[in-house]
């Protein structure tokens, strides 16, 4: 198996831990798509990802509901998404994915847990390279016709790179650009997409002891509890 499949596996272990933090986010992800695309997941791919998502997390539909309700509210604040690169103790890159509506909060907070726990917040480009940038998709293993080579040859124009069997369903992993692609393609062919979404997966991996391990997780954990961080991608080896 390659590099996905392994990354997949690895953050399996790591999911949200509480279901509340689940659903913020995913609440946060319906704003975005609604205010950039419209309420209607018919004509806003966007947020026909993230009601999937949504789904596939066991939340309730009408909490879905009312979050769009939320979002095509006037008042209701934009969130802006934002990245930041760093580095953990040891040099173990950091990259994480923010949405926030008050920008000099989450950055006050984002440098305040690198400093507590002795890494550095970094500039832009710092460490962003150091990541792929991919897209991804979990169909029903039922809606696929063919087997797994001949699946692959048919996605060969959308450039994806792996495509595996898992507990969940069929996982494909593409690069970022090719997601519209991809997701027309599965809806027109009646293939039900059951998750999908976007991840940032290390070109190169480093190795620590445990005690350097322990360190970088502290500062993992520190950054995952902080309500504006959507997403943390990290080059240390699991």
């Known amino acids: 198996m390659g590099r996905a499949f392994e990354f997949r596996k690895a ?30 997941p018919d004509s806003n791919s966007r947020l026909r990802a993230v009601m999937q998502n949504a789904k596939a997390a066991n939340m309730p539909k009408d909490n879905v509901e ?91 124009d959308f450039e994806v790179e792996e495509i595996f069997d898992d507990e969940e369903g069929i996982i494909i992993y593409a690069p970022f650009e090719q997601f519209g692609a991809i997701q027309s393609f599965f809806e027109e062919n009646e293939v039900e997409i059951l998750s999908s979404g976007f991840e940032r ?14 360190d970088v997780e502290k500062l993992l954990e520190k950054l995952e509890e902080d309500d504006d961080v959507q997403n943390v991608y990290h080059s240390m080896a699991n």
């Open 66 to 156: 009312r979050a769009i309700k939320k979002a095509t509210d006037k008042d209701t604040a934009n969130y802006k998404e934002v990245l930041f690169e760093g580095y953990a103790p040891h040099g173990i890159a950091i990259l994480l994915e923010t949405a926030t509506d008050n920008n000099n909060r989450t950055v006050a907070n984002v440098r305040a847990a690198f400093n507590k726990c002795d890494g550095n917040l970094g500039t832009s480009g710092s460490v962003v390279f150091m990541f792929d940038h991919t897209c991804n998709f979990t169909v029903k293993k039922e809606d696929i016709t063919v087997d797994m080579e001949e699946l692959e040859l048919e996605l060969i």
């Open 11 to 40: 953050r399996k272990m790591k999911r949200w831990s509480a279901m509340a933090k689940t659903f913020t986010r995913i609440g946060k992800d319906i704003v975005m798509a609604v205010k950039e695309g419209g309420p209607n």
């Open 201 to 214: 997966i290390p070109t190169t991996t480093t190795t620590v002891t445990e005690e350097q391990q322990a």
